[in-house]
């Protein structure tokens, strides 16, 4: 099993950025596809981006496409998550998750294996 957890949450203005990390410990980052997700106050938890850890190939939800860049470097077990000119509707908790099924449809990533982060709270309002 793996366990992570992430950092780097906090209160930006709207076109700031801030940088979320979300560090692995136990089984290795590197055998697992990578994923980060987003919940607000009565919506429904999202995908927004996710990594493979096979072919290293990438997906964005289009609500953060352009903005948003994830990456990963297993050798440190971290995962990034570069969030660029945020806006108010980007305020949520941010999770991390290990064994997403990462595909270019968010809405099949989730699945009863995933290990998910403890989520970080980001805040973007004036």
């Known amino acids: 099993q793996v366990q992570l957890v992430e950092f780097g949450g906090g209160l930006v203005q709207p076109g700031g950025s801030l940088r979320l990390s979300c560090a692995a410990s136990?089984?290795?980052?590197?055998?697992?596809?990578i994923g980060w997700f987003r919940q607000a106050p009565g919506k429904e938890r999202e995908g927004i981006s996710c990594i493979n850890n096979y072919d290293g190939k990438i997906y964005y939800a289009d609500s953060v496409k352009g903005r948003f860049t994830i990456s990963r470097n297993n050798a440190k077990n971290t995962t990034i998550l570069q969030m660029d000119s945020l806006k108010p509707e980007d305020t949520a908790v941010y999770y991390c998750a290990a064994n997403v099924e990462c595909t270019a449809k968010p809405i099949y990533w989730t699945n009863p294996d995933i290990s998910w982060g403890q989520g970080t709270q980001v805040t973007v309002s004036s």
């Open positions: 136990g089984r290795g980052l590197e055998h697992y596809t």
